[in-house]
Structure formats: structure tokens, C-alpha cells
T-cell receptor, first 111, second 116 residues
Framework: EDKVVQSPLSLVVHEGDTVTLNCSYE??????LLWYKQEKKAPTFLFML????IEKKSGRLSSILDKKELFSILNITATQTGDSAVYLC???????????FGQGTTLQVKP | DTGVSQDPRHKITKRGQNVTFRCDPI?????LYWYRQTLGQGPEFLTY????????KSRLLSDRFSAERPKGSFSTLEIQRTEQGDSAMYLC??????????????FGPGTRLTVL
């Protein structure tokens, strides 16, 4: 059965800290890995990764995929209170592109 | 606003009643997905449309659930004889195969269903 596992499930840091969120997967017909941010509403898109070893970067956020070891990490540097959210990892599978989500990592950034 | 929209945003119903939700995808997006999210969990895939054709349904989707996308634009999700276990956030997402990143799905605000 396809599965996506995220760790840690929750994390509390202080502003300015750097955090690393992990995502491992076992999915047949892998197409892509996506990261979303969810703040008490619909998930908003952060990154999509399809190739191993190529880092994607947007401001203080970056992500990389390892297709051999079947995992991805999302890094957030110099965290701010506005980064507090649930971060979801999802794998796009098969020709339909349906997403298989992990449980999410709840990040709380304290001032 | 040209994003994905969903209606209603909240629905409270009594067990046994039927409910219908609507999703309007981003204009010209040919792919439409429904997901369900319960508290503390990531969204779970329910069903997928390419244009008006429903091409995949999850095993999670019981016979009480039906979805349509009659003209390849908006979609409806109906739940018949609702049960308390149906209480969840129902999310709609759309994407386009015209984009290079075809798996990039954009989500609507969701419909929160509470079954009493």
C-alpha cells in the first residue's frame, strides 16, 4: 500500500531557528513530490520536485529530493512566527496525478 | 479571484440527510480532484476527473458518495444518508495538463461538513 510518512509530527522552535522537516515515501508509479503549507485553511503550494539532487529554493525555504533513498527534506531558515503552520508532503502518483499525503508536520514558531 | 472556489464553506446536517457540495476549478484546468481531510491528518484522495470523465475513485468512496463534472467545468460531490463519520473538510483541487508541472494542484478553501 502506498504511504507517505512525515517526521517529526510536531515541532516547536524560536524565531531565528533553522528547521528541517522530513518526508519518506513508498509509492508505486512515483511522479513527483510536493510540499504544501496549511494554515487553518486550504493547502497552499510550496514546491514540486521531480528530479533527485536538485534543490528548489524560495526565500528562506528550500527542498530537495532523493529518489534513491525515497525521501525529501524541507528546510526553513531564520524562522518567523508567520511560518507557524502544518507542512504537508504529498507524492503525485500514476497517470492521474492524484496526491498521496503524509500526516503533516505541525510547526510552531515562538517569538 | 481566479482561484478554486467551493460552496458552501460550512455545512451542518443531521445524520441521514443528503448533502451536496460544489467546486469551481481554475478556469481551463482540465483535471479536478476531491479530497477529504479529518482533524490531524493529511488530505485523502477521493476521486479524480479529467474533463467530464471520472477516471479514478478511491476505495474510501462508499456507494453513498457520488461525484459529477457534467460539462468538464464545475463539479459536485453528493453524500447520501450522511453518517457522523462523514464529518470532515472536503477539499477540491484542480490542475492542468497544459502546464509542465502537471501534478501541481491548486486547492480551494474547502467545505467543512459536520454531521450531528
Amino acid at each position: 500500500e502506498d504511504k507517505v510518512v512525515q517526521s517529526p509530527l510536531s515541532l516547536v522552535v524560536h524565531e531565528g531557528d533553522t528547521v528541517t522537516l522530513n518526508c519518506s515515501y513508498e509509492v508505486t508509479n512515483f511522479r513527483s513530490l510536493l510540499w504544501y503549507k496549511q494554515e487553518k485553511k486550504a493547502p497552499t503550494f510550496l514546491f514540486m520536485l521531480t528530479s533527485s539532487g536538485i534543490e528548489k529554493k524560495s526565500g528562506r525555504l528550500s527542498s530537495i529530493l532523493d529518489k534513491k533513498e525515497l525521501f525529501s527534506i524541507l528546510n526553513i531558515t531564520a524562522t518567523q512566527t508567520g511560518d507557524s503552520a502544518v507542512y504537508l508532503c504529498a507524492v503525485g502518483s500514476g497517470n492521474t496525478g492524484k496526491l498521496i499525503f503524509g500526516q503533516g508536520t505541525t510547526l510552531q514558531v515562538k517569538p | 479571484d481566479t482561484g478554486v472556489s467551493q460552496d458552501p464553506r460550512h455545512k451542518i446536517t443531521k445524520r441521514g440527510q443528503n448533502v451536496t457540495f460544489r467546486c469551481d476549478p481554475i478556469s481551463e484546468h482540465n483535471r479536478l480532484y476531491w479530497y477529504r481531510q479529518t482533524l490531524g491528518q493529511g488530505p485523502e484522495f477521493l476521486t479524480y476527473f479529467q474533463n467530464e470523465a471520472q477516471l479514478e475513485k478511491s476505495r474510501l468512496l462508499s456507494d453513498r458518495f457520488s461525484a459529477e463534472r457534467p460539462k468538464g467545468s464545475f463539479s459536485t460531490l453528493e453524500i447520501q444518508r450522511t453518517e457522523q463519520g462523514d464529518s470532515a473538510m472536503y477539499l477540491c483541487a484542480s490542475s492542468s495538463t497544459a502546464l509542465s508541472s502537471y501534478n501541481e494542484q491548486f486547492f480551494g478553501p474547502g467545505t467543512r461538513l459536520t454531521v450531528l
